[in-house]
C-alpha cells in the first residue's frame, strides 16, 4: 500500500490521492486498507516515515564507503543523497520539505501532515548530530534543524527549478549548509 502511495503522489498529487485508488492499486480491500491506516494522512505519514529510514540508510552507506574527513564532507553527502532520493524514489518529493501541506496548511488534515514533517526534520537534524560528532546541547540541535529545514527549501525550489534537481542551486545549498554550521562544529 505504501508503494501505491507513493507512486500515486507522483502521479495525481496530495489532494487528488485517495484512499480507496491505494487500496485498489494494491489489490486490497478497503477494510484492508483501514486495518492499517486511520485515514489518508496515516498512510502520507507512514510513507513518510519510511522515507526518512531509507534516506538515513543510503546515507549511511553511502558515508561508509565515501572519503569523509570532515563534517563538511559529511554535509554535502547528505544533501546529494537527498537530491538522489528526489530523483530516483517514488513519492519522496511529494513527502518531504513540506511538499504535502498543499495550499491550506491551516486545516487540521495540514497541521497533522505539518506535523509528521516537523518530525521526520527533527529526526534528521538528531541524526546529523549524532553523525557529525559535534557537542550535544540545545544550540547546536537548533542549528541542525534550521540547517534542514532551510536546506529542505532550497532543495524544493532547486527540483522546481529543474526536474533533476538545479546542480547549481544544489550547491548553493550545500554552501549554505555549510556556512550556517561552521561557527557550530569542529574545525578540524
Do not use: N
Not at 485508488?21 to 483501514?34: C, D, L, M, Q, S
Not at 530523483?87 to 491550506?104: C, E, Q, S
Not at 536546506?151 to 525550489?157: I, P, S
Not at 526536474?163 to 569542529?186: F, N
Amino acid at each position: 500500500m505504501l508503494d501505491e502511495c507513493a507512486r500515486l503522489l507522483d502521479e495525481v498529487g496530495l489532494d487528488a490521492l485517495t484512499t480507496k485508488e491505494v487500496a485498489r492499486r494494491a489489490g486490497v480491500p478497503i477494510g484492508t486498507f483501514y486495518q492499517f491506516f486511520p485515514d489518508k494522512q496515516g498512510l502520507v505519514r507512514a510513507l513518510a516515515a519510511r522515507s526518512l529510514e531509507l534516506l538515513l540508510a543510503r546515507f549511511i552507506a553511502r558515508l561508509a564507503e565515501a572519503d569523509a574527513a570532515h563534517w563538511t564532507d559529511v554535509t554535502d553527502l547528505g544533501i546529494d543523497e537527498f537530491a538522489a532520493m528526489k530523483r530516483d524514489t517514488p513519492g519522496f518529493g511529494a513527502i518531504d520539505l513540506g511538499a504535502a501541506l498543499g495550499d491550506d496548511p491551516v486545516t487540521r488534515a495540514g497541521e497533522r501532515l505539518f506535523e509528521a514533517v516537523r518530525e521526520q526534520d527533527a529526526a534528521v537534524a538528531d541524526r546529523l548530530r549524532a553523525l557529525l560528532g559535534g557537542p550535544a546541547g540545545a544550540d547546536l540541535d537548533r542549528a541542525l534543524l534550521v540547517t534542514v529545514e532551510a536546506a529542505g527549501a532550497v532543495l524544493k525550489f532547486a527540483f522546481r527549478a529543474a526536474p533533476e534537481g538545479d546542480p547549481a542551486l544544489i550547491e548553493e545549498c550545500k554552501r549554505l549548509a555549510r556556512r550556517y554550521l561552521a561557527d557550530r562544529l569542529p574545525q578540524v
